[in-house]
């Protein structure tokens, strides 16, 4: 299928392709595409940073105790809320009373996801996580994360020993057992996030394009007949919207309680 470019990064490009070529070719980097050495998915996601900082800077602007407005509200419901599925909810029911540590990485990476996810509902730009380097950027972030932490926790050989099992008899065969299960997690959260958002998108652009085209040819027999299918077509993205709406924010919720859960095995004193 042919990639679709956004004018946006057409016009990135145009504007700042030569002076990043130039960059490249002094680090003798050679990019995949000389016409856009500016990947579509690094653009957004420098966009998504941006808008993070921003709404992270106006929320610190207006903290309150005693009247926080919205945007405070919004950020304290990232954080925890009645419903028990916010950054710190999820990391003290997995992570235990070392939840407040990690708060910080956590919640940094599930908020970029949540913002990346959420990007493409602006027809100018589209979701970087639909692309898979940033869902396996993320994930490799997440995997160093909770084997740091894990070695922090319990130095090298008590780390080891994590993966070795309760009986000694049999450590030979479950460590190298338990070394490609706990690996194994990159790839299954990178392809989680990938896949879900991609076919979010794709599906959108299946439906839409399979509406467009009776409605042109119902256009070119009679306009009338042709506004009157045209209907569809402009209903459909609606629901396509509502429906990432909702992938992205239970993509987001899977990608914030697997790496809680993983950093609570990786700090268990018993495993």
Known sequence: MEEHIKPITEWFNHLFGPLVLRFLHLLHLQPL???????????MCLFTLLLGTLFALFVRSRLSVDR?????????????????????????????????????FTGSVSIFILLSNLLSIFPALSSPTGDTTVPFSCALLTFLYFNWQGLRHHGLLGY???????????SPLIFPVEII?????????????????????????????ILVAPVSAAWQKSPLLGIAL??????????????????????TYV???????????????EH
Do not use: C
Request: glycine share 6%; aromatic share 12%; no cysteine.
């Open 160 to 170: 080891a020993k994590q993966f070795a099992g309760p009986m000694p008899a049999l």
């Open 68 to 104: 926080p407005g919205p945007t405070q509200q919004i950020a304290e419901l990232l954080l925890t809320n009645p419903l028990g599925f916010g950054i710190k909810d999820l990391l003290e029911e997995n992570a235990g009373p070392h939840a407040s540590q990690f708060i910080a």
């Open 181 to 209: 299960s706990t690996s194994a997690r990159l790839l299954s959260l990178t392809v989680r996030l990938w896949a879900n958002i991609f076919a979010s998108d794709l599906i959108y652009m299946i439906f839409l394009v």
């Open 230 to 251: 045209g209907v569809f077509p402009a209903f459909i993205p609606m629901l396509f919207v509502g429906l990432h709406i909702f992938v992205s924010i239970i993509q």
């Open 33 to 43: 595409d000389y016409e856009r050495p500016i990947p579509e998915y690094l653009l």
């Open 255 to 269: 990608f914030t309680v697997l790496p809680s859960i993983y950093l609570g095995q990786a700090i268990a004193d």
